[in-house]
Nanobody, 126 residues
């Protein structure tokens, strides 16, 4: 199970850190990602992290502003979001891939992942 926290209402230029706590003893083997869905829009990929936590990949829209990290000791994935913009407003969900993760590959489609959290709302006011 995955449980997100850390969302909220902030102003343009502010920062937030989202957390995703996972239960189970296989967390360290999962490659994981954050997706987001704005009202009236499809869910979109935000960032992914390899199962080791050593490699990351980002959508162009957040590159340089967001940082994904994975702490296997704490069974937690984080999304540090800086320089937030109104267009970042969305429900953010973390997800884990229960299948094997190929070394050197990152997965950016929803169908590539197996477990999802409930999501946390991030609202950025202008």
């Amino acid at each position: 199970q995955l449980a997100e926290s850390g969302g909220g209402l902030v102003q343009t230029g502010d920062s937030l850190r989202l957390s995703c706590a996972a239960s189970g003893d296989t967390f360290s083997r999962y490659c994981m990602a954050w997706f987001r869905q704005a009202p009236g829009k499809e869910r979109e990929f935000v960032a992914a992290v390899a199962w080791t936590g050593r490699r990351t990949y980002y959508a162009d829209s957040v590159k340089g502003r967001f940082t994904i990290s994975k702490d296997n000791a704490k069974n937690t994935v984080y999304l540090q979001m800086n320089s937030l913009k109104p267009e970042d407003t969305a429900v953010y969900s973390c997800t884990a891939r229960g299948r094997s993760c190929s070394i050197g590959s990152f997965y950016t489609r929803s169908m590539d992942y197996d477990y999802w959290g409930q999501g946390t709302q991030v609202t950025v006011s202008s």
